[in-house]
């Protein structure tokens, strides 16, 4: 069975499905920034722990499901499948060489630890890998391919290219397993969802959104298992990886640190601003989008319109434009976001509006809707980024209605200042 | 920003071609120039492959093409845009040269389908 026949869509919902379990895109931009905040807010030895354990549980979620759709049974079947759909995904191609008692993997090419090399190497020394992700996949490979329960085998990688090592390593040893927690599948999202409203632009919204749906389908990695496109590397990525590094992060610190709370949660909103930044707005200067869509016109409604087609295409969920007073106000609203189900099933109610992705996403949207001269063909540089996003305040957002505390809806407003 | 053989027409219709920069250029990746929207976009393709591209399945009114080395160009039809992107893999101090060198073919197959290329004379670099 072809990987690409493991697709779903939940099309009036915009999620998209691999096995039925959940994927998204995102850049590397905003993957690299999402996991600079897990560490800066837990340490860089607690926040690795945290990062390779939920990609850990994450993709024993996915390999699961891939196994069982595709009928692999063997271990030699199962490692070689997994290598396949982590290259597919973007996320890089990884030689596992592995027992039931453990082994190695290796790769030079990672999304995580190669991309960082190529956006920070020149400037940067690193000493601490980069690769959670690949360690946490390698760990959850190993164990499904030999029917180990959940953590029998615990991954360190000990090698890096980010780090200008040659190739990054990881060792694989036993561990103590434990019972997994149930899979955030796609019968699960759909309890957390809720019908699809018409917003404004709302028709010209879905054909951009449907149209990139359809270009998306067609990115997989290439033969080093990475994906360039739209002048990033893009990764399908696993929202259980997000949010289980996010929620456990934030509870935590809730827990140990309450001071810190609003700084932290101002660096998950931030993750959401760097994700429109860099993700959307390199779409929008892409030649793909000059092709489907044509190219910046530089109308505020225009930006705002596109970015929610852009976070559909995405598999973001069911983003729509509420509201809208040119400089003043925008209200997106969302019946569907990748967050939700996560939440609900591992936290139950949440007590505060908790999708902080898209509350940074939707004050990024105002502020490349008002901020940035397209039609002047910007550099979506670091140094414009701060201009942007660092200097004085132009906008505050608020989130009024969450779907994750059990509201109807969720809703951000964004309001200039 | 770098210069190339770079064709100029005479007076009406002057064209001047440079190769420059990507606005969403990360490390020297992706690089730009622009043709004139009433470029014979069929026949120009068919002199990329002629040169050694190989076309991939057209997006909108976007034309595609990968180098035997992997790196890409994106004819933008519409808009006369033309992207190249250099493969990661090339070290970041030769990605200029690979982008040069897509340039150059591109250049060159479109000065054999234009007519006016005949009148062809060298633009001051930029």
């Given at each position: 069975?072809?990987i ?24 590397h931009?905003?993957n690299l920034?999402?996991d ?12 690795t722990r945290?990062r390779t354990a939920a990609a850990h549980?994450a993709f024993r979620?996915l390999l699961?499901?891939v ?5 692999a049974?063997?271990p030699a079947e199962r490692i070689s499948l997994a290598s396949e759909v982590f290259a597919w995904m973007g996320q890089g191609r990884l030689s596992l060489s592995a027992t039931s008692a453990g082994g190695t993997a290796r790769s030079a090419s990672l999304h995580y630890g190669f991309a960082w090399r190529e956006k920070y190497g020149?400037?940067?020394?690193r000493t601490e890998p980069a690769d959670a992700v690949a360690a946490g996949f390698a760990a959850a490979a190993t164990e499904l391919a030999f029917?180990l329960?959940?953590d029998a085998i615990a991954a360190v990688e000990h090698k890096c290219v980010a780090a200008r090592d040659a190739e990054c390593e990881f060792a694989l040893t036993p561990s ?44 997989q990695g290439d033969e080093r298992g990475l994906v360039a496109?739209?002048?990033?590397f893009?990764a399908a990525h696993l929202?259980?990886y ?176 | ?69 992997g ?16 493969h990661y893999a090339?070290p ?35």
């Amino acid at each position: 069975m072809a990987i690409e026949d493991l697709r779903g869509l939940f099309a009036e919902q915009s999620l998209t499905f691999l096995a039925e379990i959940p994927y998204v895109y995102h850049c590397h931009h905003y993957n690299l920034f999402h996991d600079q905040t897990i560490d800066d807010a837990l340490g860089e030895e607690e926040g690795t722990r945290v990062r390779t354990a939920a990609a850990h549980n994450a993709f024993r979620e996915l390999l699961a499901a891939v196994f069982a759709k595709a009928g692999a049974t063997t271990p030699a079947e199962r490692i070689s499948l997994a290598s396949e759909v982590f290259a597919w995904m973007g996320q890089g191609r990884l030689s596992l060489s592995a027992t039931s008692a453990g082994g190695t993997a290796r790769s030079a090419s990672l999304h995580y630890g190669f991309a960082w090399r190529e956006k920070y190497g020149s400037r940067v020394k690193r000493t601490e890998p980069a690769d959670a992700v690949a360690a946490g996949f390698a760990a959850a490979a190993t164990e499904l391919a030999f029917d180990l329960p959940s953590d029998a085998i615990a991954a360190v990688e000990h090698k890096c290219v980010a780090a200008r090592d040659a190739e990054c390593e990881f060792a694989l040893t036993p561990s103590t397993g434990h019972a997994a927690k149930p899979a955030i599948d796609e019968a699960t999202v759909r309890r957390y969802v809720v019908p699809p409203l018409r917003g404004l632009d709302e028709d010209r919204i879905s054909q951009i959104a449907a149209g990139l749906l359809e270009f998306m389908r067609g990115v997989q990695g290439d033969e080093r298992g990475l994906v360039a496109a739209f002048s990033v590397f893009v990764a399908a990525h696993l929202p259980g990886y997000y949010n289980e590094t996010v929620y456990e992060t934030i509870h935590r610190v809730e827990r140990t640190m309450a001071d810190s709370v609003p700084a932290i949660e101002a660096l998950m909103r931030e993750a959401g601003q760097v994700c429109v930044f860099s993700t959307f707005g390199n779409v929008l200067l892409s030649p793909e989008w000059e092709g489907l869509v044509g190219p910046p016109t530089g109308v505020s409604t225009d930006v705002i319109s596109f970015c929610a087609a852009i976070a559909r295409g995405l598999g973001f969920g069911h983003w729509l434009v509420s509201e809208y007073e040119p400089r003043k106000r925008l209200v997106i609203r969302c019946t569907s976001t990748y967050e939700v189900a996560f939440y609900r099933s591992r936290y139950g109610l949440a007590t505060k509006p908790r999708s902080y992705f898209v509350q940074g996403a939707a004050l990024a949207i105002m502020t490349l809707a008002e901020s940035v001269k397209w039609t002047e063909r910007p550099q979506l540089t670091n140094n414009f980024y701060v201009e942007l996003f660092r200097g004085k305040p132009r906008y505050r957002v608020e989130q009024t209605k969450c779907m994750m505390r059990g509201d109807e809806i969720s809703e951000y407003v964004v309001d200039a200042l | 920003m770098t210069t190339m053989p770079t064709p100029a027409q005479g007076e009406a219709g002057r064209v001047s071609l440079t190769l420059c920069r990507e606005v969403t250029c990360i490390r020297a990746l992706a690089w730009r120039c622009d043709l004139p929207i009433t470029t014979d976009w069929p026949a120009l393709a068919g002199a990329l492959e002629a040169a050694g591209l190989v076309p991939r399945a057209p997006l909108g009114s976007v034309i595609r093409f990968d180098s035997p080395a992997g790196d890409e160009v994106l004819l933008v039809t519409a808009t006369g845009r033309v992207q190249f992107r250099v493969h990661y893999a090339v070290p970041q101090h030769e990605r200029k040269l690979a982008a040069e060198r897509l340039f150059q073919l591109l250049v060159y197959a479109w000065l054999r389908l234009d007519p006016r290329a005949e009148r062809a004379e060298p633009a001051p670099h930029e």
